[in-house]
C-alpha cells in the first residue's frame, strides 16, 4: 500500500537545503509549483532552475517575474531534457535534487530516474501524479499494484475507460487518455502524455532500485500526487 501521510514539500526543502547546491528540474510550468525560491530562503548555498522549455520563453519570464516579486535573486537557469542521455553532463550534480510532474510524462521511466540519480549528490524528491490502489466506476475495476505500471498507449479500451471515467469525474484532462494526444513524433516516443499509470508504491520501488533509500514518502496536502523523499545510499 502506498503511505497516506502527508507530506509538506516546501517544509520538507527548507528543513534539508541549509548550505545545499539545489535544483529545480521541470519547475517552470504554473510558475507559482517553483520550489527555487524556497531553497533560496532555506539558506541553499545555490539554487537552479532547469526545464525543458527554450530559455527566454514566456514561462522563462514568468519565473523570473515571479522570483523579483518574492525577492529573490542569484539563481541559475538551465535548458534541460532530463531524460536526454547528455542531461548529466549538461546539468553537473547539485546536492538536494526536485523534480515534480514530469515522471508520468516521460516514456522512458529509467532513462529519467537514472538521470535524476546521477545529478544527485544527497538527496532527491520526486512527485509524481499516481492512481489510487483501485479504481472502481461504472466502468470496471482497474487495481494498480505497487510492482507495475500501465503504459498507457497500449492500454486494452476496456481499461483506458475505467481510467478516463475516474479522471474525468474529478474534472481532469490527461492527454492520452481523457482527449488525444501523440505518443509519438517522426518514429519517436515524445515527451508531453501520460505514459505510464502507477501507483505511489511503484513509485518509491523504482525509485528505490537507483541505490537510494526512502526517507519519507506521502500524498500531498492538495491533490492526487505522490511525493518521495530519498537519499543516496552512503551520502
Ligand atoms: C506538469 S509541469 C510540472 C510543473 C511543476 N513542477 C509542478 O509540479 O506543478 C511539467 C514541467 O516539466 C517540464 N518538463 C517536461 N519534461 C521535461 C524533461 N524531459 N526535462 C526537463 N523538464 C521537463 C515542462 O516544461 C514543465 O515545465
Redesign the pocket.
Known sequence: MASNEIIHKRQLIRAHVAGMTYV???????TT???VTTAIQGGASHATM????PLGNR?WKAFEDHCEAKGVSGYSEKW?????PD?PADLGTYDFV?????MY??PDLFA?IGNLRAVTNQLLLL?SEVMPDRITNARGTLEFGPDHSYLTPVLSEENRAIVAEYLQSDGRRAGGLTYDAPFFSDGKAR??PWWWLFSGEFMSRIVSLFDMEILAEGVRRKGR?YTVLARVKGA
Do not use: K, M
Open positions: 529545480d528540474i521541470g519547475g517552470l510550468w504554473g509549483n517553483e520550489t532547469a526545464d525543458l522549455h514561462w534541460v531534457d532530463i531524460c536526454s542531461a526536485h523534480c515534480s510532474g514530469v510524462h516521460v529519467f512527485s515527451t508531453g500526487g
